[in-house]
């Protein structure tokens, strides 16, 4: 549109050859002509400022956006980091708690093998007299309690090797769904940097657009002026 400007103004100011006979525009229908000219530019100057005030609106509600996605994920990765030091502890506790296991199952075998042997070897004991029938007794007795103790000990453990097995599933089942909400996000924000770029460069076109029209308006505006000071 500026550039057809050009040729307007070109055809109305440059004076016609006098070998060539044509009846030239009178300068007040110039004028007329150069304020239509003006009015379009002024009305495109006008209509290219409301596109830039639009996709400059519009490149905020992104920038917005964008930043509201990126403090997401820095939330989201800091939950991460904070799951995965959690199952690790779980993994050592759980660690722990199978090694405790194994202990209390092998001394659990051993008494129950001295009991055994306690009643084979007992009543041998009472008739050489090596120990009397109370003491036989009282040594059974304890080893009892100590084997009800060692069960205790060890059911303790399956219900706590239990509770940690849970707990870490679930902390396994909680970082894969972290890990995927940040993937999302993470392809959202892409989508988003695109967004923001494109309307950077057609809020760029229509900052170069206004200037253009801007520049041609203010040309009408010179040659306007020239005519009616002839």
């Given at each position: 549109?500026a550039?057809?400007?050009?040729?307007?103004?070109?055809?109305?100011?440059?004076?016609?050859?006098?070998?060539?006979?044509?009846?030239?525009p009178?300068?007040?229908?110039?004028?007329?002509?150069?304020?239509?000219?003006?009015?379009?530019?002024?009305d495109?100057?006008?209509a290219?400022r409301?596109?830039?005030?639009?996709?400059?609106?519009?490149l905020?509600?992104?920038?917005r956006?964008?930043?509201?996605?990126?403090r997401?994920?820095?939330?989201?990765?800091?939950?991460l980091?904070?799951?995965?030091?959690?199952?690790?502890?779980?993994?050592?506790?759980?660690?722990q708690?199978?090694?405790?296991q194994e202990?209390?199952g092998?001394?659990?075998?051993?008494r129950?093998?001295?009991n055994?042997?306690?009643?084979?070897?007992?009543?041998a004991?009472?008739?050489?007299?090596?120990?009397?029938?109370?003491?036989?007794l009282?040594?059974?007795?304890n080893?009892?309690?100590?084997?009800?103790?060692?069960?205790?000990?060890?059911?303790?453990?399956?219900?706590?090797?239990?509770?940690?097995?849970?707990?870490?599933?679930?902390?396994?089942?909680?970082?894969?769904?972290l890990e995927?909400t940040?993937?999302l996000?993470?392809?959202s924000?892409?989508?988003?940097?695109?967004?923001?770029?494109?309307?950077?460069?057609l809020l760029?076109r229509?900052?170069?657009q206004?200037?253009?029209?801007?520049?041609?308006q203010?040309?009408?505006?010179?040659a306007i002026?020239?005519?009616?000071?002839?």
């Open positions: 549109m550039r057809g400007l050009v040729f307007l103004l070109a055809a109305l100011l440059v004076p016609a050859w006098p070998a060539v006979a044509r009846s030239e009178q300068p007040h229908q110039q004028i007329q002509l150069l304020r239509e000219g003006l009015a379009a530019q002024q495109q100057a006008a290219a409301q596109r830039q005030e639009e996709l400059a609106g519009q905020a509600v992104l920038e956006e964008l930043s509201a996605r990126q997401q994920q820095a939330d989201l990765r800091k939950r980091w904070q799951q995965r030091q959690e199952l690790e502890q779980r993994e050592a506790e759980l660690h708690a199978r090694r405790a202990a209390a092998l001394q659990l075998q051993r129950l093998i001295a055994y042997q306690a009643g084979s070897t007992g009543l004991n009472i008739l050489f007299s090596a120990v009397s029938l109370p003491e036989l009282e040594f059974q007795e080893l009892g309690r100590l084997i009800h103790h060692d069960r205790q000990l060890m059911a303790h453990h399956r219900r706590l090797i239990g509770d940690l097995e849970t707990a870490r599933q679930t902390l396994e089942r909680q970082q894969e769904a995927t940040i993937a996000l993470r392809l924000q892409e989508e988003l940097d695109q967004a923001r770029a494109r309307h950077a460069i760029r229509a900052e170069n206004r200037q253009l029209y801007l520049r041609a203010q040309e009408l505006e010179r002026e020239a005519l009616e000071n002839r």
